[in-house]
């Protein structure tokens, strides 16, 4: 059980075009979740959170109207890159927090972003 | 300030040998911990954590870590490592006192030769 899904696993685009991801929990209702982006051979870094029907809390130097969340409901958080550039080209990976009870959080396989 | 540290970015063991991955981190109050690891191609994976319960958590895999409260370390160790433990292992800190904000160690690549 507790399993987190990510589409697309790849995506290329142009420069300038925006790309959406999505991310879903397929068998429990994530009441939160998580985006996190990760550099080549870096560790993971939190952008943002999103709970369900609320807007998202951003973390300190992620650009909010860059990166759209929307958590509209308990299985399905998207991440849309807005006009996106060469350095948005990153490994973005979400996860799902289903409230107490579960474990702390299960984490998608992960969406690579490359920007051309 | 609040960190949390893996001090070995590569780990290189032969098979059948103990596996050490070593953790710290830095706050004035005990916080949650875990181990996660990451396969190629795979999402995170749950290893095990600590959530002030038992300092020698077991977990999957023949993985276990003891939280030392005096040191601030949380090291992960297996007595014997298996080809299929090859990956990346991030030692990942919760300071917000369960609100589920992680921060991620560095990460150590753990390389399992035959």
């Known amino acids: 059980g507790a399993v987190v899904s990510q589409h697309p696993s790849r995506v290329i685009c142009k420069s300038g075009t925006s790309v959406k991801i999505e991310c879903r929990s397929l068998d429990f209702q994530a009441t939160t979740m998580f985006w996190y982006r990760q550099f080549p051979k870096k560790s993971l870094m939190l952008m943002a959170t999103s709970n369900e029907g609320s807007k998202a809390t951003y973390e300190q130097g992620v650009e909010k109207d860059k990166f759209l969340i929307n958590h509209a409901s308990l299985t399905l958080s998207t991440l849309t890159v807005t006009s996106a550039h060469p350095e948005d080209s990153s490994f973005y990976i979400c996860?799902?927090?289903?409230?107490?009870?579960?474990?702390?959080?299960?984490f998608g396989p992960g969406t690579r972003l490359l920007v051309l | 300030a609040q960190s949390v540290t893996q001090l070995d970015s590569h780990v290189s063991v032969s098979e059948g040998t103990p596996v050490l991955l070593r953790c710290n981190y830095s706050s004035s109050y005990s916080p949650s911990l875990f181990w996660y690891v990451q396969h190629p191609n795979k999402g995170l994976q749950l290893l095990l954590k600590?959530?002030?319960?038992?300092?020698l958590v077991k977990g999957i895999n023949g993985f276990e870590a003891e939280f030392k409260k005096s040191e601030t370390s949380f090291h992960l160790t297996k007595p014997s490592a298996h080809m299929s433990d090859a990956a990346e292992y991030f030692c990942v800190v919760d300071f917000s006192g369960g609100y589920n904000k992680l921060i991620f160690g560095a990460g150590t690549r753990l390389a399992v030769h035959p």
């Open positions: 600590y959530t002030s319960a038992a300092t």
């Open positions: 996860s799902a927090h289903g409230g107490a009870g579960l474990e702390t959080q299960y």
